[in-house]
């Protein structure tokens, strides 16, 4: 199937889902059929092990955002489709190049719509033969009986009220421009230029040192000897442990004596402390990636610098523990948030990352090495933190705590409104009718495709 074909078909299944319609079981449709089309274009893509877990992303986070639409469900739905559509396109494409050529093409695309002669593929044999029969035969014969039929509708009564009792309820701006959002979104979809320019990059971004580096070493610094950078990494290495050791001594005393009172009290100053470590750790493999970018990685002789790096590593992997245990402390008196949530996953990056730069050293790796890991892990957790109902498990989880916020549970979360209804019923006093109008109006008011599975299958009453 042509290129064009698919953009108009993907625009006129866009407009049909998303005209006068909110975000819901239509988003995951849409993917649906993207990803069906795509296979159908390639069918031989599924004998890729690495596709088929590419399509198995699409067709996750679609159910889980037909199921509960939030904003992590469209997200990974957007994601994993772009990500599959590119992989098909070029399965030797890194995910980070992906990402790169993705973000250049919408904005390239208001450029590459009127180059019709790429994207249009004609037949180079019959250069413009097709075009210029549809346009002759039917856009612009039909262009200009719809002017003639406008003047003669307008200039008389009779074909007025005629043409009034077939005339469409349709809002022709929303129509016109969701029609272009539509266009846009399947041209960037389905077009997906990749440029010379963006192939030589994603070449040079290489997991390992090719043989000329790995003989020709080369300081950082034209003005630094090698010997003297790898003292340089060592003595910087050993100070760093030295005063990781003794701040994780520091950090863990002082949160251990701290009551739950003061943690209710200095909530927020703790969050922020939390935050800082993990910007250490993100800057603790930065330190990895500078001294062993190249030359340091090969010199002879550099045992004590991989230790003192490995043993960086392993010092900021204990930071990773007591800042997960601070904060399941932290949950354990003040009970979960999204935020909450969103540390422990930023923690799991961070044991990911850390690891990774272990295998770097070990493995002798490029530093785009642990950049290209990252990036999928990344990827990944998206995919995994889509496929459950957050706001439900926070929710059950706050509610058998004493002193729980209601108001947060109720404004702040959705896909938990059965929960509360159960709490309400419990606890009369603390019933919120806005709860129960939320959950009626997603049932019974929103239209099918605007709807999410999760209130249709579940009753409120």
Same mark, same amino acid.
């Given at each position: 199937?042509?290129?064009q074909v698919l953009i108009f078909i993907s625009t006129i299944l866009f407009i049909a889902v998303f005209y006068e319609q909110e975000v819901g079981i239509n988003l995951s449709f849409f993917a649906l059929v993207l990803l069906g089309?795509?296979?159908?274009? &390639?069918?031989?893509?599924?004998?890729?092990?690495?596709?088929?877990?590419?399509?198995?992303?699409?067709?996750?986070?679609?159910?889980?955002?037909?199921?509960?639409?939030?904003?992590?469900?469209?997200?990974?739905?957007?994601?994993?489709?772009?990500?599959?559509?590119?992989?098909?396109?070029?399965?030797? =494409?890194?995910?980070?190049?992906?990402?790169?050529?993705?973000?250049?093409?919408? /904005?390239?695309?208001?450029?590459?719509?009127?180059?019709?002669?790429?994207?249009?593929?004609?037949?180079?044999?019959?250069?413009?033969?097709?075009?210029?029969?549809?346009?002759?035969?039917?856009?612009?014969?039909?262009?200009?009986?719809?002017?003639?039929?406008? +003047?003669?509708?307008?200039?008389?009564?009779? =074909?007025?009220?005629?043409?009034?009792? /077939?005339?469409?309820?349709?809002?022709?701006?929303?129509?016109?421009?969701?029609?272009?959002?539509?266009?846009?979104?399947?041209?960037?979809?389905?077009?997906?230029?990749?440029?010379?320019?963006?192939?030589?990059?994603?070449?040079?971004?290489?997991?390992?040192?090719?043989?000329?580096?790995?003989?020709?070493?080369?300081?950082?610094?034209?003005?630094?000897?090698?010997?003297?950078?790898? +003292?340089s990494g060592i003595i910087t290495l050993i100070c760093l442990n030295l005063m990781l050791f003794a701040f994780i001594i520091i950090f863990n005393v002082e949160h251990f004596q701290t009551t739950t009172q003061q943690l209710s009290?200095?909530?927020?100053?703790?969050?922020?402390?939390?935050?800082?470590?993990?910007?250490?750790?993100?800057?603790?493999?930065?330190? +990895?990636?500078?001294?062993?970018?190249?030359?340091?990685?090969?010199?002879?002789n550099n045992n004590y610098l991989v230790f003192l790096s490995k043993t960086w590593l392993a010092l900021n992997g204990i930071l990773v523990l007591s800042a997960t245990i601070q904060n399941t402390i932290y949950i354990d008196a003040?009970?979960?948030?999204?935020?909450?949530?969103?540390?422990?996953?930023?923690?799991?990056?961070?044991?990911?990352?850390?690891?990774?730069?272990?295998?770097?050293?070990?493995?002798?790796?490029?530093?785009?090495?642990? +950049?290209?890991?990252?990036?999928?892990?990344?990827?990944?957790?998206?995919?995994?933190?889509?496929?459950?109902?957050?706001?439900?498990?926070?929710?059950?989880?706050?509610?058998?705590?004493?002193?729980?916020? =209601?108001?947060?549970?109720?404004?702040?979360?959705?896909?938990?409104?059965?929960?509360?209804?159960?709490?309400?019923?419990?606890?009369?006093?603390?019933?919120?009718?806005?709860?129960?109008?939320?959950?009626?109006?997603? &049932?019974?008011?929103?239209?099918? =495709?605007?709807?999410?599975?999760?209130?249709?299958?579940?009753?409120?009453?």
């Amino acid at each position: 199937m042509k290129k064009q074909v698919l953009i108009f078909i993907s625009t006129i299944l866009f407009i049909a889902v998303f005209y006068e319609q909110e975000v819901g079981i239509n988003l995951s449709f849409f993917a649906l059929v993207l990803l069906g089309l795509n296979i159908y274009q &390639k069918p031989g893509i599924l004998k890729d092990k690495k596709a088929i877990v590419l399509a198995l992303c699409v067709i996750f986070s679609s159910l889980s955002n037909a199921w509960l639409f939030t904003f992590t469900t469209f997200i990974a739905v957007i994601i994993s489709s772009f990500v599959f559509r590119y992989y098909t396109v070029d399965p030797k =494409l890194k995910l980070f190049s992906q990402a790169l050529i993705n973000v250049s093409n919408w /904005f390239a695309a208001v450029v590459q719509v009127f180059q019709v002669d790429d994207w249009f593929e004609y037949d180079k044999e019959k250069p413009k033969t097709k075009f210029l029969k549809i346009f002759s035969y039917l856009i612009l014969p039909f262009l200009i009986l719809s002017i003639f039929f406008a +003047i003669y509708v307008a200039s008389s009564d009779m =074909l007025s009220n005629w043409y009034n009792q /077939f005339e469409l309820d349709i809002d022709i701006v929303i129509f016109i421009v969701v029609a272009i959002l539509g266009f846009y979104f399947s041209f960037v979809f389905w077009n997906a230029k990749i440029y010379d320019t963006f192939k030589d990059l994603d070449d040079s971004f290489r997991l390992n040192f090719n043989h000329q580096e790995k003989e020709q070493l080369k300081p950082t610094f034209g003005f630094l000897e090698i010997d003297f950078e790898k +003292i340089s990494g060592i003595i910087t290495l050993i100070c760093l442990n030295l005063m990781l050791f003794a701040f994780i001594i520091i950090f863990n005393v002082e949160h251990f004596q701290t009551t739950t009172q003061q943690l209710s009290e200095f909530s927020s100053k703790i969050h922020g402390q939390i935050n800082s470590l993990i910007g250490s750790i993100v800057l603790a493999m930065l330190v +990895i990636l500078f001294y062993f970018k190249g030359a340091l990685n090969f010199i002879q002789n550099n045992n004590y610098l991989v230790f003192l790096s490995k043993t960086w590593l392993a010092l900021n992997g204990i930071l990773v523990l007591s800042a997960t245990i601070q904060n399941t402390i932290y949950i354990d008196a003040l009970g979960l948030t999204y935020k909450r949530l969103g540390v422990y996953l930023f923690l799991i990056l961070c044991v990911v990352g850390l690891f990774y730069s272990y295998q770097k050293i070990k493995l002798q790796k490029t530093n785009f090495y642990l +950049i290209d890991k990252m990036s999928w892990a990344v990827f990944y957790s998206i995919m995994g933190c889509a496929l459950f109902n957050w706001g439900n498990m926070v929710t059950r989880y706050n509610l058998t705590k004493e002193n729980v916020d =209601l108001y947060y549970l109720e404004n702040s979360l959705k896909g938990n409104e059965k929960l509360l209804l159960d709490f309400y019923r419990i606890h009369p006093s603390r019933y919120n009718n806005e709860v129960k109008e939320r959950a009626d109006h997603n &049932k019974e008011t929103v239209p099918f =495709l605007s709807s999410q599975l999760y209130y249709k299958v579940n009753r409120f009453d």
